[in-house]
């Protein structure tokens, strides 16, 4: 049997890559380069290791596994955080972009974020997504 049959064997069944193991493979690579440059620092720089080695290891194994059911489940629950994770950070970066002409504000009742233009006073608002009416109050801006 050649080498590639016997891998083929090997990965038969198995879960294989994901988004979750390519992040863990990354974090891991990235952990150990920053180790290195603890080497005034031996044992902080052994416990970055540690995490580096710990973090290929989940890959390895998440590749391997042959649970795939219980792999995706994680695998989804990591898209759901990497998703939520990028949503915050694009709306805290829109919010700064635009501070001077626009206001964020949250609905009461669906806790969707609202962009408004910003006009000094007490409004009342519409929210796009529930339909319902509250009103908002915007500190600064123009008249
Ligand atoms: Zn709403």
């Given at each position: 049997?050649?080498?590639?049959?016997?891998?083929?064997?090997?990965?038969?069944?198995?879960?294989?890559?994901?988004?979750l193991?390519?992040?863990?493979?990354?974090?891991?690579?990235?952990?150990?380069?920053?180790?290195?440059?603890?080497?005034?620092?031996?044992?902080?720089?052994?416990?970055?290791y540690?995490?580096?080695?710990?973090?290929?290891?989940?890959?390895?194994?998440?590749?391997?596994?042959?649970?795939?059911l219980?792999?995706?489940?994680?695998?989804?629950?990591?898209?759901?955080?990497?998703?939520?994770?990028?949503?915050?950070?694009?709306?805290?970066?829109?919010?700064?972009?635009?501070?001077?002409?626009?206001?964020?504000?949250?609905?009461?009742?669906?806790?969707?974020?609202?962009?408004?233009?910003?006009?000094?006073?007490?409004?009342?608002?519409?929210?796009?997504?529930?339909?319902?009416?509250?009103?908002?109050?915007?500190?600064?801006?123009?008249?």
């Amino acid at each position: 049997m050649s080498f590639r049959e016997r891998l083929y064997r090997f990965m038969q069944g198995r879960y294989g890559k994901d988004d979750l193991s390519n992040f863990c493979v990354w974090t891991g690579l990235a952990l150990y380069v920053i180790s290195l440059f603890f080497f005034r620092y031996p044992i902080t720089q052994y416990i970055i290791y540690l995490f580096s080695t710990a973090f290929l290891a989940i890959s390895i194994f998440r590749t391997l596994s042959k649970n795939h059911l219980k792999r995706q489940i994680e695998n989804q629950r990591y898209l759901r955080l990497k998703n939520k994770l990028s949503a915050f950070f694009r709306l805290q970066k829109d919010k700064f972009k635009e501070r001077k002409t626009h206001a964020f504000r949250r609905c009461p009742h669906c806790k969707a974020v609202m962009r408004l233009p910003r006009r000094r006073g007490k409004h009342g608002v519409n929210c796009p997504a529930c339909r319902r009416h509250f009103k908002v109050f915007i500190w600064f801006g123009k008249k």
